[in-house]
T-cell receptor
Framework: DAGVTQSPTHLIKTRGQQVTLRCSPK?????VSWYQQALGQGPQFIFQ???????QRGNFPDRFSGHQFPNYSSELNVNALLLGDSALYLC????????????FGPGTRLTVT | GQNIDQPTEMTATEGAIVQINCTYQ??????LFWYQQHAGEAPTFLSY????GLEEKGRFSSFLSRSKGYSYLLLKELQMKDSASYLC???????????FGKGTRLSVIA
């Protein structure tokens, strides 16, 4: 049973560029949440997708956008990258009801220079 | 507002017991989670409490007092591999996203 997968593992971008991160949820899960984790901090919620729609959003600017595909996989897009966007980006999948646990992927380490 | 507090760092000796505390003030409550995160890796689920009391799972136990907004994670028979960050997180309601504390970095020494 494949767990949550994310790609790429590491990424280096320059300020002002755009980046797309990808996530495939755990088998049987249809809800995907994205988190940003800065060094030494806990994960901060970005947004959550279910049925191909953004259902909830944290306190992140519109530069952060996402998408969910019919197969439940998801993308996180960040435009106009800032140095402060450097972080570990985590994807977590869950079931919408009846399950309380979120399973995290290995994350994508984004470095903005 | 929402606030989750836990100590930044702790050090304990191999074979000993350590308790990591977490206090929370959130707009709602539908469960408290503990995750373990090794450096550079994803958080892995340790425990879930939604009712008051102690949940035991092997060397790990977690306690919750909803009236006090308080939880702790108890690690027994510490091993070197337990050196990691431990994240406390609260779910406000339903399937809402988790609100995380900043994590407690535990160092286990010989």
């Amino acid at each position: 049973d494949a767990g949550v997968t994310q790609s790429p593992t590491h990424l280096i971008k320059t300020r002002g560029q755009q980046v797309t991160l990808r996530c495939s949820p755990k088998s049987g899960h249809d809800t995907v949440s994205w988190y940003q984790q800065a060094l030494g901090q806990g994960p901060q919620f970005i947004f959550q997708y279910y049925e191909e729609e953004e259902r909830q959003r944290g306190n992140f600017p519109d530069r952060f956008s996402g998408h969910q595909f019919p197969n439940y996989s998801s993308e996180l897009n960040v435009n106009a990258l800032l140095l402060g966007d450097s972080a570990l980006y985590l994807c977590a999948s869950s079931r919408p009801t009846g399950g309380y646990e979120q399973y995290f992927g290995p994350g994508t380490r984004l470095t903005v220079t | 507002g929402q606030n989750i507090d836990q100590p930044t760092e702790m050090t304990a000796t191999e074979g000993a017991i350590v308790q990591i505390n977490c206090t929370y003030q959130t707009s709602g409550f539908n469960g408290l989670f503990w995750y373990q995160q090794h450096a550079g890796e994803a958080p892995t689920f340790l425990s879930y409490n939604v009712l008051d009391g102690l949940e035991e799972k092997g060397r790990f136990s977690s306690f919750l007092s909803r009236s006090k907004g308080y939880s702790y994670l108890l690690l027994k028979e510490l091993q070197m591999k337990d050196s990691a960050s431990y994240l406390c997180a609260v779910r406000n309601s339903g399937n809402t996203p988790l609100v995380f504390g900043k994590g407690t970095r535990l160092s286990v020494i010989a």
